[in-house]
Nanobody
């Protein structure tokens, strides 16, 4: 069983930056692909970014490419999402997720473990 706890959300003005963190419990963090998803009010949860177990390969939604960076620190059991040039449309609850599969994936069903989420609000 893996537990994921996100932090780092908050209120920021458009054009600003935030860094989200997600700490995983357990000793097998390096065995999991990790990802960030987000869900805005009234909308479905959507993929943001994915990083493979070694951290060598990342994958981004087109809407955040060039502005967001996902990274991980396996000895610290932590995955990060650096968010720059934030826009009001980035406002959402951001969720950390972990799964075991080959390659990268934007599918919710591939991720078995989920955090509780952290709110990000971008004001215009």
């Amino acid at each position: 069983q893996v537990q994921l706890v996100e932090s780092g959300g908050g209120l920021v003005q458009a054009g600003g930056s935030l860094r989200l963190s997600c700490v995983a419990s357990g000793r097998t963090f390096s065995s999991y692909n990790m990802a960030w998803f987000r869900q805005a009010p009234g909308k479905e949860r959507e993929f943001v970014a994915d990083i493979i177990r070694s951290g060598d390969i990342t994958y981004y939604a087109d809407s955040v490419k060039g502005r967001f960076t996902i990274s991980r620190d396996n000895p610290k059991n932590t995955v990060y999402l650096q968010m720059n040039s934030l826009r009001p449309e980035d406002t959402a609850v951001y969720y950390c997720a972990g799964g075991v599969f080959y390659g990268v994936s934007r599918r919710l069903a591939d991720y078995k473990y989920w955090g509780q989420g952290t709110q990000v609000t971008v004001s215009s």
